[in-house]
């Protein structure tokens, strides 16, 4: 990695969806780096995500929470970690407005932990990943760049901007190497059934309706999992310190049309498709400007949106069992008997 002697790295949330692909293309790409993911596994943590890995010997699992100072203590007391990428977060929207609380738990007072401790042992780069969405709603034109105000519409989009301010305070303050990715919707395998395009695809396989809020005229800029995962890479090697870096696929599409294409892609009829109560503050528009990342490091995302759908529901189509068994509940009891609390 350039500027930076990467032998080992600490990645939080690894057991969530983007964690855990980041985690799969990081081992790929960086041979012989240790790689410890740290997780709590919560409802949206599986380590069925990182099947086929647990034999690598430079990757270790720890169980944990990083709004745990004295867990977090121990851990940095046990590696030194030349980088440290922080994707643990609450971060479904719909849930934060049901209960807050655990969005500024983990992600406001977790990042907290985790700087702190950053700042008392020494890190090489400190990556904060963190979303588009803290730039609150856009109009029907023009794009979120660095420099756009922050203006956060759900108790889970302020809480990401407080961590992103966070992050820029111990720089600023501290002197702790941090780096701030904000990116657009992410989708591809792996991914919570809860989120909307597994929802929609797990629903319209088992022919049950397909919610979609409001008038479904949301817009959102999609962008491929393993895209995503690259540009992090990238911003971790390559990135300025203190900077801040928009990253999205440039494939704006609105949720309703979006639910179409999957129902295309399955041979299932739009009668599927059910309009619900829009929720509170949802955001008209995300559209990102990515060039800053594009110019400066050389990042572009490889899959096209088309290509990335396809690749998406076919996943689903060929991993039933998996999702299935997320939507019963029946992962989270193995792993609570498979995993004590440290």
């Excluded at 599986?46 to 004295?70: C, M, Q």
């Excluded at 108790?155 to 966070?166: G, N, Q, R």
């Excluded at 919570?192 to 817009?219: H, Q, S, T």
């Excluded at 295309?264 to 929720?279: A, H, I, Q, T």
Aim: net charge neutral; charged share 25%.
């Amino acid at each position: 990695m350039t500027g930076l002697n990467l032998k080992t790295i600490l990645v939080t949330g690894g057991a969530g969806f983007i964690g855990s692909n980041f985690i799969r293309t990081f081992l790929d790409k960086h041979k012989g780096v240790e790689v410890i993911n740290l997780d709590k596994l919560t409802y949206a943590g599986n380590l069925e995500s990182l099947h086929g890995i647990d034999g690598n010997p430079s990757y270790h699992f720890y169980r944990g929470d990083i709004a745990d100072e004295a867990f977090v203590r121990r851990l940095f007391n046990e590696w030194h970690f030349d980088a440290l990428v922080n994707f643990a977060a609450e971060s479904h929207v719909d849930r934060s407005i049901l209960g807050p609380s655990a969005f500024i738990d983990t992600n406001v007072r977790g990042t907290m932990v985790l700087l702190e401790a950053a700042r008392e042992f020494g890190v090489g780069r400190f990556l904060q990943v963190s979303t588009d969405e803290v730039y609150g709603s856009l109009g029907q034109t023009g794009k979120f760049t660095e420099s756009t105000h922050i203006s956060p519409n759900s108790p889970y989009s302020a809480s990401k901007a407080s961590a992103d301010m966070l992050a820029r305070a111990w720089w600023k303050t501290f002197g702790v190497p941090t780096l701030i990715t904000r990116c657009s919707n992410n989708y591809g395998p792996f991914q919570f059934p809860e989120k909307f395009i597994p929802l929609m695809i797990a629903n319209a396989l088992r022919n049950k309706k397909l919610p979609i809020y409001g008038d479904g005229m949301n817009v959102r800029d999609w962008i491929y999992v393993e895209d995503h995962c690259e540009a992090i890479d990238v911003v971790l090697s390559k990135g300025k310190i203190g900077e801040v870096y928009n990253i999205g696929g440039g494939n704006e599409i609105a949720n309703i049309e979006m639910a179409r294409l999957i129902l295309s892609k399955l041979g299932k009829p739009e009668s599927l498709l059910e309009f619900v109560k829009d929720r509170p503050g949802h955001d008209r528009r995300y559209a990102m400007d990515s060039s800053k990342v594009e110019i400066e490091l050389g990042w572009k995302p490889n899959q096209s949106f088309r290509g990335g759908i396809d690749l998406t529901v076919n996943w689903y189509i060929k991993n039933e069992n998996w999702w299935k068994r997320i939507i019963s509940g029946e992962y989270q009891k193995y792993y609570k008997l498979q995993y004590e609390e440290r």
